[in-house]
Structure formats: C-alpha cells, structure tokens
C-alpha cells in the first residue's frame, strides 16, 4: 500500500487524494493484467492478439517498476522489517524480467522466457490485487458484505476459467449453467456436479477446479490478507479483528503466525493424505505416475477441504475390493477439515504445552513448572466430542440400518469401513461409494439430519455446525430444568450465543423449506424426496446427490447455485450484508408477555 511521505511538499489533504488514486490504478493495473494472463491462458490467440498482450505486459511492467520506484523514495518508512528483504526481492524481480532486452547476451537464459515475464507480472498482480482487498477491508466495509461479494467474485472469476477452451476436453462444450455450478460447488466446496469432472475436464480445467477448492476451504479473506500483510507489512485494525475471529487466533501479535501455520498445517495433512491415497491406488488405475499424482493431489485435498470432488467412481474401488485403506485415509482428511482452524489452533497450544512440560522435565529433572489448567477451551471440547458421537452414531446407524440392503454383498470388513465412510462424508463432504438413491428410507433420514448438523464452526465442513446444535441442546435443557441461564460443560453460555445459535437454526430451516418449495414448483416431476435430498445437501454444501443433479433445468441449477453460496456464506451473513446495521438505542421498550406453548 502506498503512503506517501513528503509532507513539506503537498497538503496532507492533497497526499491522501494521490495516495488513493495511485492506489486505485494500481489495483486496476493489477486485475487488468491478471485478466490478460488468464486470456493468454485459456484461448489459442493469433499474432495480432498475442502483439496486444505483449504491449499490455510491457505496459504493466513499466507501472509496477514506477510504483516501486515511487514507494522507495516517499513511502520508505513504511518499508520496515522483512518487507525490506521482499521489497527488494520483488523489485530485482521486476528488473530481471526486461533484462535480456538490455542486455542481449541474456537472450538465451532463462530470463528471456515468455514465462519468467509472465510469472513476475502474475505474483507482483496478486500481492497488489490482495493489498487493494484488505485497504478496502480497512475502509469500514461492512464484513458481511464484503465476504459475501468476495465469493460471488472468485464464483464468477472461477466460472470464466472453467468455459475457457484449454480448460475443457476436446470436443466439449460446456454451457453457462454449468459453468456457474461447477465453479459454486468448488468454491462453496459442495461438490454437486451437473457434469462428469473427468471427462469434460481437461487437466488444466481440473487444477482450476482445484485452486477453486483450496481458496474455498482456507477462506478468501484469509488467502488475501494473508498476501497483503506478509508481503506488504500488514492490515489495518479493521481487517486485523475481521482476520483474527476468522482464524481464531488470541492475540494481534500472533495473527501473521497463526496464518502461516494454518497454511502449513493445510499442507503437510493434505501433502501425507496425497501420499496415502498414492500408495493404495498405485498400478490400479491404468495411468502414468504424474497421472496417479495428480489423482492422489486432488482427492487429497478434496477430501480435507470437504469438497467431495472426485475424478473416478469410487463405487469401481468398492466392488474391486482391497482399498479399504483408501476409504479410511479419505474418511480421516473429511474429518480433520471438517474440525476448524480455532480448534486445531487450540489443539496446537496443547501439544505446545505438553511438549515444552515432557522436554523440561528430561533435560532438567523434577523442577517444578507453572501448570495451566484450562489448555482446551469450550469449543475444542464441544467439536471432539460431537464429531465422535455424530461419527460413532452415523456408522452404527447406517451399518445398521444397510447391512442387508445396500452392504450385503460386502466383505464384513468392507461393510464397516463402508458404513464409517458414508458416516464420515454425509457431515461434510459428499464423496459417494455407494449409491444413495439404493438406501432406505430411514438411512437416508440419518444422512439427511447428519448433513444438516455439519461439523466444527469456521471449518471446512457445511451444516448449522455442531456448536450451534450444542448451544440449542443446552438451551432447551435450560428451559426445561427452568434454569435462567444456558450452561455447557460447567460454563454459562452468554446470551447473544443462544440468540445467535437460535438464527442460525431458524434461518438454515426458513432457507431449506424455501428451496425445497421453490424446487418442487419448478421440476414437478422429480421424486419429492429426492429435491428435499438435494436441497438440504446443497445448503449445508455436503454434495451428496440421489442422482438427479444432471437432470436440473437452468432454473433449477440457479436455484442451488443460490443454497450452496448461501450455505457456504451464510444465511445470517447474507442477508446482514444487504441490511443496513443499527446501532442498539439506548432506551427500551416496554416489556410484555407472549404466550409460548
């Protein structure tokens, strides 16, 4: 961000307005030029076009090496600490990138690269796109607006990228409909699909699909304040308080490190369940090895984002047999994505804790250490013990409930694993390995309520999240025991929680009738039991299907394009973004009775 810093020269009032407009065309320099990277990209251009490209590269370059000029003489006070060493990291970037146009003996290295270019200008774009974000974040927007009009962008950016030529299969087309709800469904990390992933796809239609799914389950406030406070120097307070409810960090201090450790903690779970899911499909799938990388890469993270994409049939490796390990790993990802970043944060702070407690008693003896008391929080405990019980109960249920319907031609082994899978995916992801439209009706009941309730808050997973369930179950117990206050795992629960929990539960059931109601009118001749399905694995963006998603008209497609961006986003959300917020009054009502049962 550009502060300008020569205050004997210009009224400060005059610096702000410069200020804001170098920014702004900044920022459109930046969005101008990553949108003549994803043309270059996804379309086969011609000399004329790829000439206008060129100019517009050049073009690009010559204002990103003003800026940083214009930065290092009046905003070096701002450049303080590591941004020193990325400043000038960046700014070489720049000069390397034109340097074989200078120096012509470089023609031949890799400096005069179209690509080297173009990845310069493509990371130096997204560090100023991400800093125009959180300087708008920091603007006073409102949060619930911005994160709402945040994934309606990248949904939409998402959308282009799967229609452009290189993203598809030879000889495929795919329509706008299509286009929008397979870019939702990754984006919201649902994992409904209208088309088959691999055979419409191609491999660079695939990765975008990809990138769609990481942005979606990291969150795309956090990717782009990430960028702009570690390559930038930081936030503004506004965006620092958004940031740290959103990662569940304590403290402002910690914040930076609290997003390069979810970061890193993402990637390591998702880098060894990629190695897993590697190791059991090995020599099983009749491809290549980059191919098996690829394919283990992609379910890995589809798994522990809680999207639910697949680019196989996973019903081939059931009736195949031997990969129950391949279920088990799947199963484990959906499970730990679908915990949270503020409970893993939390559980983070334990293992610290007991680490540091283990290596200062062995190196030095029975000295007495200062003992924490409360290393789990309330929600940590709430999230563990409601994803086991849900887990444990699911499988019981469904094993039950299936074992000579759906799983009797099974292995016994596989019939457990099978019924732990299907336990495991209807909270969160959706990933299918047996039919769902074959279960019966009280199995599909069971599903039906485990997607609904989803897993932890501010995780990957969908639903009304355990904790809301959690704080209703107190409350309700509150009532009945007619206690004034709601308590949990011997602490009172404030007020606005339950409020809040109580919204969450009303809106979640206003949006599920609405949609079913809305569906039902629009394709009377689907099954009723099959739309209620549909509708209630698109508003807790699970993914699950019984089969009837490719058969939707555009209207329809429209209609759970709008439940899964407003499952992932959030009824609540939603609707405070397009209300204006007023301030509590400082005077009251007078109070008054209403009769409740």
């Not at 009224?11 to 949108?35: E, H, S």
């Not at 619930?144 to 998402?158: E, S, T, Y």
């Amino acid at each position: 961000m550009i502060t300008l810093d020569f205050k004997r020269l210009l009224p400060p009032r005059v610096q702000r307005r410069i200020g804001f407009a170098l920014r702004i065309a900044i920022f459109t320099v930046a969005m101008a030029t990553l949108g003549a990277l994803i043309f270059d990209y996804g379309f086969t251009i011609g000399d004329a076009e790829r000439t206008v490209l060129s100019q517009v590269y050049n073009s690009a370059w010559w204002i990103f090496l003003i800026a940083f000029c214009f930065r290092l003489v009046f905003a070096r006070k701002a450049i303080r600490g590591r941004n020193v060493a990325l400043t000038v990291i960046g700014g070489l970037a720049l000069l390397l990138a034109e340097l074989p146009a200078i120096w012509p003996a470089l023609q031949a290295s890799v400096l005069a690269h179209p690509l080297f270019l173009k990845s310069v200008l493509g990371i130096y774009s997204v560090i100023e796109a991400s800093t125009g974000i959180v300087g708008f974040i920091n603007r006073k927007t409102n949060p619930a607006l911005l994160m709402a009009a945040l994934f309606a962008v990248i949904m939409l950016i998402g959308t282009l990228l799967l229609m452009l030529p290189r993203s598809l299969a030879p000889n495929v087309s795919l329509s706008i409909f299509d286009g929008l709800f397979v870019a939702t469904s990754a984006v919201c990390i649902t994992g409904l699909t209208p088309v088959d992933i691999a055979s419409t796809f191609s491999l660079e239609g695939q990765i975008v699909i990809l990138l769609l799914i990481q942005t979606g389950g990291l969150g795309v406030m956090t990717i782009t304040s990430f960028f702009a406070m570690f390559f930038m120097g930081g936030a503004g307070l506004q965006g620092q308080f958004a940031l740290r409810d959103m990662v569940g960090s304590d403290t402002f201090s910690s914040l930076i490190s609290t997003l390069l450790y979810i970061l890193g903690f993402t990637f390591i779970i998702e880098l060894c369940g990629a190695v897993a899911i590697w190791l059991n499909v090995h020599d099983t799938l009749n491809l290549t090895v980059h191919q098996e990388i690829f394919f283990a890469i992609f379910h890995s993270i589809s798994a522990f984002c809680n999207a639910g994409f697949s680019l196989c049939s996973l019903q081939e490796y059931v009736i195949e047999g031997n990969h129950n390990w391949l279920f088990i790993t799947l199963s484990t990802l959906v499970v730990l994505g679908g915990l949270g970043f503020p409970i893993v944060m939390n559980l983070k702070r334990v293992a610290a804790y007991w680490l540091r407690k283990f290596f200062g008693l062995f190196f030095s003896g029975l000295r007495r250490r200062q003992r924490i008391v409360h290393l789990t929080n309330i929600n940590t405990k709430i999230v563990l013990t409601g994803t086991v019980v849900l887990l444990i109960c699911g499988t019981t249920a469904i094993a039950c409930l299936e074992w000579n319907n759906t799983l009797a031609s099974l292995p016994t082994a596989d019939r457990l694993v099978q019924s732990l899978f299907a336990s495991a995916c209807a909270r969160t992801a959706g990933f299918c390995s047996i039919p769902i439209a074959n279960f019966s009706l009280l199995a599909l009941v069971v599903i039906t309520l485990l997607m609904w309730v989803g897993g932890g808050s501010q995780s990957t997973a969908g639903g009304v999240k355990i904790n809301t369930i959690a704080v209703m179950v107190a409350n309700l117990r509150a009532v009945i025991r007619g206690r004034s206050a709601t308590t949990l795992l011997g602490r009172e629960i404030p007020a606005e929680s339950v409020r809040r929990a109580s919204a969450v539960v009303t809106a979640s059931i206003i949006a599920i009738v609405v949609g079913f109601v809305t569906l039902l009118s629009i394709e009377p001749t689907l099954s009723a039991r099959s739309i209620l399905f549909e509708v209630v694995s698109a508003i807790s963006t699970v993914g699950s299907t019984m089969g009837i998603t490719s058969s939707l008209c555009g209207a329809s497609k429209i209609v759970v394009v709008l439940l899964m961006f407003t499952g992932r986003v959030g009824l609540i959300t939603v609707l405070m973004s397009i209300t204006s917020q007023t301030p509590d009054t400082r005077y009251r009502f007078p109070k008054d009775n209403i009769i409740i049962n």
